[in-house]
């Protein structure tokens, strides 16, 4: 077995989440940048599929079409439960594809897309306060599938967006339990990837039992995807972003 990996897989041990070998059962979970849909992206063969940009659908890389998903705007916390579309191939550094009237929905920042997407079991009960079609789906044929389940806290009590321009974001490596364990996968991260600044790694206690290994700040999407493929490739799955706000 490679060196390397083996030393992830000691790892998985005293890490809360993050690493290969991801727990099927539990329901997908992720932070980071949403893909916000363009038909030019298909054409010129960046996505294989396409969308209707003037309804509110999305789509997913890994989870089946009519998977139900939360997205949430973790700057104001408006949220939105949708079922997927489908399921479509994106480049693996966004965590969804969105149409724009989801963008407008969640008042999100088309330059900073900040995004949560949740998958919700189907055996997992949630609660629905309020359902809403869109004005758009109701000119579909009755026989279509309706994709908007529920939407919370969008059409009143808009919050003002504060500009990116002084946003910083983190790629959170992993969780751990333990002090120790985040300096020593840090230190192995310096060693084997010689082409990462290592003066971008920090270790953050956020409590007694969570310990997180940080990559940043960065202050633009560009700046950071470099980081965040080479971090992928060093055996992660799931790498969440943050903001400093």
Same mark, same amino acid.
């Given at each position: 077995?490679?060196?390397?990996? =083996?030393?992830?897989?000691?790892?998985?041990?005293?890490?809360?989440?993050?690493?290969?070998?991801?727990?099927?059962?539990?329901?997908?979970?992720?932070?980071?940048?949403?893909?916000?849909? /363009?038909?030019?992206?298909? #054409?010129?063969?960046?996505?294989?599929?396409?969308?209707?940009?003037?309804? +509110?659908?999305?789509?997913?890389?890994?989870?089946?079409?009519?998977?139900?998903?939360?997205?949430?705007?973790? %700057?104001?916390?408006?949220?939105?439960?949708?079922?997927?579309? %489908?399921?479509?191939?994106? +480049?693996?550094?966004?965590?969804? &594809?969105?149409?724009? +009237?989801?963008?407008?929905?969640?008042?999100?920042?088309? %330059?900073?897309?900040?995004?949560?997407?949740?998958?919700?079991?189907? #055996?997992?009960?949630?609660?629905?306060?309020?359902?809403?079609?869109?004005?758009?789906?109701?000119?579909?044929?009755?026989?279509? +599938?309706?994709?908007?389940?529920?939407?919370?806290?969008?059409?009143?009590?808009?919050?003002?967006?504060?500009?990116?321009?002084?946003?910083?974001?983190?790629?959170?490596? =992993?969780?751990?339990?333990?002090?120790?364990? =985040?300096? &020593?996968?840090?230190?192995?991260?310096?060693?084997?990837?010689?082409?990462?600044?290592?003066?971008?790694? /920090?270790?953050?206690?956020?409590? =007694?039992?969570?310990?997180?290994?940080?990559?940043?700040?960065?202050?633009?999407? #560009?700046?950071?995807?470099?980081?965040?493929?080479?971090? %992928?490739?060093?055996?992660?799955?799931?790498?969440?972003?943050?903001?400093?706000?």
């Amino acid at each position: 077995m490679n060196c390397k990996f =083996a030393f992830l897989f000691l790892l998985l041990i005293s890490c809360t989440h993050n690493l290969n070998g991801s727990n099927n059962s539990k329901p997908f979970s992720s932070k980071g940048i949403a893909y916000i849909y /363009s038909v030019a992206d298909f #054409n010129n063969k960046i996505i294989n599929k396409k969308l209707n940009n003037n309804l +509110p659908q999305i789509a997913h890389n890994k989870l089946s079409p009519g998977s139900l998903i939360k997205l949430t705007n973790p %700057k104001t916390n408006e949220s939105i439960i949708l079922r997927n579309s %489908k399921k479509i191939e994106y +480049p693996d550094f966004y965590k969804i &594809l969105i149409t724009e +009237p989801i963008v407008d929905k969640l008042n999100l920042e088309y %330059k900073l897309p900040l995004i949560e997407v949740i998958e919700l079991k189907k #055996n997992k009960s949630f609660v629905a306060q309020k359902t809403k079609i869109f004005k758009e789906e109701k000119k579909i044929h009755s026989n279509a +599938p309706i994709e908007i389940v529920k939407i919370d806290n969008i059409s009143k009590n808009k919050k003002k967006i504060k500009s990116s321009s002084k946003t910083k974001l983190f790629i959170i490596i =992993a969780e751990f339990y333990s002090n120790k364990s =985040a300096h &020593l996968l840090k230190k192995r991260i310096t060693k084997e990837l010689t082409n990462f600044d290592s003066n971008k790694l /920090s270790v953050k206690t956020v409590t =007694a039992n969570k310990i997180t290994l940080l990559s940043g700040p960065y202050s633009s999407i #560009n700046l950071m995807k470099n980081d965040y493929i080479q971090l %992928k490739n060093f055996g992660f799955e799931e790498l969440d972003i943050t903001t400093n706000e």
